[in-house]
């Protein structure tokens, strides 16, 4: 029986321990990298929020989310778009342009509480629906879902909002106190605010930006380089 030599054991054991150190290097300098990618995108999207620049119309038209957007791009884009389905929007997106129907419908509200032009929210409401709706759409399709999925939250939230005022209408006209709302409506409506906040909040799903040397692809517009879809979406 040949006898083996320490030595000779530590150095056909070597390769193997070379390899797993390598596997190590190589998965920290991939994370890293990715690290280094996700911070570029925020500094991208913080930077640009409030920067001033030409309005980029053709940019704001196409199908590619739009993470260097200005606070202009961002309200006017949905309205550019309007009812396109197609395409993918990035969390940006969508935050700037609820914030800001949100903040307006507030307001519109408190202004025209009573008299004649008590109508004036809700038509600004119905006008806001259909870019809101398309954008969600496109929110989706950037979270690699169907967009067929807003459509279930528009219905939870037309079913809730059903619910809770006609809990109130029908408490009202039999003399009860309308201060309870339907449990049943609010559950449904706390669902939708769940739901809309998952879409609102949860990073792209799509396929990486093409990178350079490990920074983030611009175009000569500065946004984000993706592979083309030919779906659009």
């Known amino acids: 029986m040949t006898m083996i030599p320490a030595g000779d054991a530590g150095r056909r054991a070597a390769p193997w321990v070379c390899l797993r150190r390598c596997r190590y290097r190589m998965s920290v300098t991939t994370d890293r990298r990715d690290g280094f990618m996700k911070k570029g995108k925020v500094r991208i999207m913080a930077s640009a929020l409030f920067s001033k620049r030409p309005r980029r119309v053709d940019v704001m038209k196409g199908y590619e989310p739009m993470y260097d957007a200005t606070l202009q791009e961002c309200l006017q884009r949905p309205f550019?778009?309007?009812?396109?389905?197609?395409?993918?929007?990035?969390?940006?997106?969508?935050?700037?342009?609820?914030?800001?129907?949100?903040?307006?419908?507030?307001?519109?509200?408190?202004?025209?509480?009573?008299?004649?032009?008590?109508?004036?929210?809700?038509?600004?409401?119905?006008?806001m629906l259909v870019p809101m709706y398309a954008l969600t759409v496109r929110r989706l399709h950037d979270l690699a879902l169907s967009g067929w999925l807003a459509l279930v939250l528009y219905v939870l939230i037309v079913v809730g909002f059903g619910l809770v005022v006609g809990s109130m209408v029908s408490d009202t006209l039999e003399g009860l106190d309308p201060s309870a709302p339907s449990p049943v409506g609010i559950v449904i409506l706390l669902l939708a605010v769940v739901i809309r906040l998952v879409i609102m909040c949860v990073p792209s799903r799509r396929r990486h930006p093409v990178v350079d040397n490990g920074s983030l692809g611009a175009s000569q517009t500065g946004t984000a380089q993706y592979p083309v879809d030919p779906n659009g979406r």
């Open 80 to 127: 550019y778009l309007y009812a396109r389905g197609k395409g993918r929007s990035c969390r940006k997106e969508m935050w700037v342009f609820s914030l800001f129907v949100s903040f307006m419908d507030t307001c519109l509200t408190r202004v025209f509480s009573s008299g004649p032009l008590v109508v004036i929210p809700a038509l600004f409401s119905l006008a």
